[in-house]
């Protein structure tokens, strides 16, 4: 007969069994411990604007998904870099998050004489949430009912229109350099902080003319206090099917499409990343997230982080090439 278990023989057997289950079940990952606290997710640019409306639909949805409060910081400067720095230097922990588009994360970089970051190692891809394009958007008492009318008056008097942007190197601006180019006119760019104040100078008529983000612009517009010429997409869109597009419109050729995504800090664990893009292919797929941005004329998409990475690589590689023809900067 076996002599009976002390209480220190239970107590060691018993923590032997124990980490040979735990060791059954495997390690624990990032991702299964990750998220344990609140997140950021910074916007480089200023409340009301395209981006900022774009990421607070999906910081709302990601804070019910993740069970984490996910906060919506503006950081608005230097064509987004700002916000772009604020993200490069943060831990990686994937904490700290950013709603990024072409114009903060693909065209500011290349424009920027300097930078503190490197974007293609210290940014960390996600995925694609969402493709547009722009509109010519011009004050309601301006006398240009068409596109063709803002470039025939641009061409009697170079110099004498002016147009606003989101900023320097931003999105809006290069829309707007690429029309000029295009259609040869002289037309003065006009930078601010963001989507919003731009427009609301723009309806308030202190400039004339912007080349805006489509969700505040529809805004302005069902206001009465702006006009829409046209769209900067190569077809129109469902959500304006009256608007022409800027090539029917009088510049044939003309063509500038704008996405968002969202990104954290490069060198964050693989597994927080690809949870990352597992919820937001979750938070796209809702009919009525869907629907929130298709009123604002924008188009719900997805990619994975390794495609999303390769195409901000060659978007990276095709702006320093590009950018060259067009009289733009950040400064």
Do not use: C
Request: overall charge positive; proline content about 7%.
């Amino acid at each position: 007969m076996s002599a009976p278990f002390s209480r220190r023989q239970f107590v060691f057997r018993a923590t032997l069994l124990a980490g040979s289950l735990l060791g059954l079940a495997g390690p624990v990952t990032a991702a299964e411990t990750w998220p344990s606290q609140p997140l950021r997710m910074l916007v480089g640019f200023a409340p009301g604007g395209a981006n900022d409306i774009v990421a607070r639909i999906i910081a709302k949805e990601l804070q019910q998904s993740l069970g984490q409060p996910v906060v919506v910081d503006n950081r608005a400067g230097a064509g987004g870099l700002l916000a772009s720095e604020l993200l490069a230097k943060a831990p990686k922990n994937g904490y700290t998050l950013l709603l990024g588009s072409i114009g903060n994360n693909t065209i500011a970089p290349v424009l920027a004489t300097k930078l503190s970051f490197d974007p293609r190692k210290d940014i960390e891809p996600i995925s694609l949430v969402a493709e547009s394009g722009n509109v010519l958007l011009v004050n309601a008492k301006q006398p240009y009912m068409n596109v063709k009318d803002f470039i025939e008056a641009a061409r009697k008097a170079p110099g004498s229109i002016n147009y606003a942007s989101s900023g320097n190197g931003s999105t809006l601006h290069l829309a707007g350099a690429l029309f000029a180019k295009q259609a040869g006119v002289d037309i003065v760019h006009i930078p601010y902080k963001g989507n919003s104040q731009a427009i609301q100078d723009v309806a308030a008529g202190q400039v004339q003319a912007i080349f805006s983000g489509i969700p505040p612009a529809i805004s302005s517009a069902k206001a009465g206090q702006t006009r829409i010429l046209a769209v900067t997409t190569p077809r129109r869109l469902k959500s304006l099917p009256e608007v022409p597009t800027i090539a029917e419109a009088g510049v044939p050729g003309y063509a500038f499409t704008s996405w968002y995504g969202l990104f954290t800090t490069g060198g964050t664990d693989r597994a927080v990343v690809e949870r990352l893009a597992q919820e937001v292919r979750k938070v796209m797929a809702k009919p009525d997230v869907q629907a929130q941005l298709a009123a604002q004329g924008l188009d719900p998409v997805t990619s994975d982080p390794e495609s999303f990475k390769v195409q901000i690589d060659r978007e990276l590689n095709r702006w320093t090439r590009d950018i060259k023809t067009m009289n733009i900067g950040l400064n």
